[in-house]
């Protein structure tokens, strides 16, 4: 029940192209679902998230949608560049009792080609 | 920048050894959390600190340890270490204010021998 699931665990995209990395969750109870971006050698970074109550969020060129009925969410990334190469968590999380840990899904490695 | 510091970058250590990591959580955060990333484990939560007292823990072996300090640095301390618990150890913090944003160290690379 904790679990969360991601899937590809590789992509290639072309410059221009579409990015899009899905996760499904289980637990019902998770009221947060954050993306990081991790670079080689770096710490993950907080990308984009969003809350249970809405079904799309979007920041610049990456978009969050969410479908709550099947415990599923994507990440979009528009318009990929070279430097989105990385690779990508998703997370869910439920804020109870003022502890808030987050339950990563595995990762994909998203490499953009010129 | 996170914001988030952590000492040191990388340790070389052997087998059955005692290491400490260091963290400084961004300016005014109260929360510290600690993961630890392998190739096979993926992303784990390991514990949180929440102003110096332990709110919650995650799949810690009980030979690791980790405690909060009045200045709000955080120490996880791991001892008798096996060849598995080489991987990198990310530490993050959050503020009160926003408590589910969690923003990440650039970690520490633990090698054990």
């Known amino acids: 029940q904790q679990q969360v699931k991601q899937s590809p665990q590789s992509l290639i995209v072309q410059k221009g192209g579409i990015s899009i990395i899905n996760c499904a969750y289980e637990?019902?109870?998770?009221?947060?679902f954050p993306w990081y971006q991790q670079f080689p050698g770096k710490g993950p970074a907080l990308l984009i998230a969003i809350r249970p109550d809405v079904s799309e969020k979007k920041e610049g060129r990456f978009t969050i949608s969410f479908n709550k009925s099947a415990k599923q969410f994507s990440l979009h990334i528009m318009d990929s560049q070279p430097g989105d190469s990385a690779t990508y968590f998703c997370a869910a999380s439920r804020f109870s009792g003022g502890y808030n840990k987050l339950i990563f899904g595995a990762g994909t490695r998203l490499a953009v080609h010129p | 920048d996170s914001g988030v510091t952590q000492t040191p970058k990388h340790l070389i250590t052997a087998t059955g050894q005692r290491v400490t990591l260091r963290c400084s959580p961004r300016?005014?955060?109260?929360?510290v959390y600690w993961y630890q990333q392998s190739l096979d484990q993926g992303l784990q939560f390991l514990i949180q600190y929440y102003n110096g007292e332990e709110r919650a823990k995650g799949n810690i072996l009980e030979r690791f340890s980790a405690q909060q300090f009045p200045d709000l640095h955080s120490e996880l301390n791991l001892s008798s270490l096996e060849l598995g618990d080489s991987a990198l150890y990310f530490c993050a913090s959050s503020a009160s204010g926003t408590p589910y944003e969690q923003y990440f160290g650039p970690g520490t690379r633990l090698t054990v021998t």
């Open positions: 300016s005014g955060d109260l929360s």
């Open positions: 637990n019902t109870a998770f009221d947060y």
